[in-house]
């Protein structure tokens, strides 16, 4: 049976530019007839998902990439804030309640609202799929605008983030098996130093929500530096989630003319 999922208004309200513009009841998946090369046609409020032009994700292949000299450091200020952790049966995520920090884009500043995981990833980095993605969600303080921080994780040591709130995610899982599907857990204090750290090098592309309803006018910034994370984590982000939904990485999308920004900055010795 094909996945069917359904959005809450507190979920649609973070991603959406214009809430009222959507349809929440809408279902849809990552397989079956509900799957992505679906989702244009199970609602009007979808239609960028198949007619779009600047869709996301995409490849961040070498010969697309162009380094621009004028981008400026992207730099990240979160303070430590009540968060919970959501089950949005297609991804976790966490909610901020309050102020966690500001970054500046071209002029406009973006707070962060929420972030989520996707696994596989859902960029690749010329061609390579990782095995997770962190996609930090920003809006401006008119919530016309949105900017997303993407960060690439492969196996290998624990990520201290994810670490912080392994016995929630443990939590999680067997609210889950208990037949509690629509939980929500506090964290208590939420703090996303490891993120503050400089970048010496991000991507920077326009593109859209990965998710429906495929909103365009998103501006991306995946990171340059792949964090790690262990087996145990990858499977806890996965076990919450419903039976079709473990492998919740939309497909590649065309790039149809676009360009990838990189900005560069080495190190200092």
């Given at each position: ?20 513009a959507y349809d929440y009841s809408t279902k849809f998946g ?240």
């Amino acid at each position: 049976m094909a996945l069917r999922i359904y959005f809450s208004i507190l979920s649609i309200a973070i991603f959406a530019l214009s809430t009222s513009a959507y349809d929440y009841s809408t279902k849809f998946g990552y397989v079956g007839p509900n799957g992505p090369e679906k989702w244009g046609s199970l609602s009007p409020s979808f239609s960028a998902c198949s007619n779009g032009k600047a869709q996301s994700p995409v490849d961040l292949a070498k010969a697309d990439i162009v380094w621009n000299k004028q981008l400026k450091s992207l730099d990240k200020h979160y303070i430590p804030t009540n968060a919970t952790l959501v089950n949005n049966k297609f991804n976790l995520g966490v909610h901020f309640e309050g102020k966690v920090g500001d970054i500046n884009i071209d002029g406009k500043n973006y707070s962060l609202k929420q972030l989520h995981w996707h696994s596989p990833s859902e960029h690749r980095a010329n061609g390579r799929i990782h095995d997770a993605e962190l996609h930090l969600v920003h809006l401006t303080e008119d919530n016309n605008y949105i900017a997303v921080l993407a960060v690439l994780y492969k196996l290998g040591d624990a990520d201290p983030i994810i670490s912080k709130i392994e016995d929630k995610l443990i939590e999680l899982e067997k609210q889950n098996l208990a037949g509690h599907k629509d939980v929500q857990i506090a964290l208590g204090t939420f703090d996303l130093n490891e993120i503050n750290k400089r970048t010496h090098r991000y991507y920077r592309y326009v593109g859209s929500l990965s998710t429906p309803p495929c909103k365009e006018g998103i501006t991306w910034n995946i990171l340059g530096k792949v964090r790690t994370l262990s087996k145990k984590q990858l499977e806890l982000l996965k076990a919450p989630l419903d039976p079709q939904c473990k492998h919740n990485a939309r497909p590649i999308q065309p790039l149809n003319g676009r360009k990838i920004e990189m900005y560069y900055q080495p190190k200092q010795a």
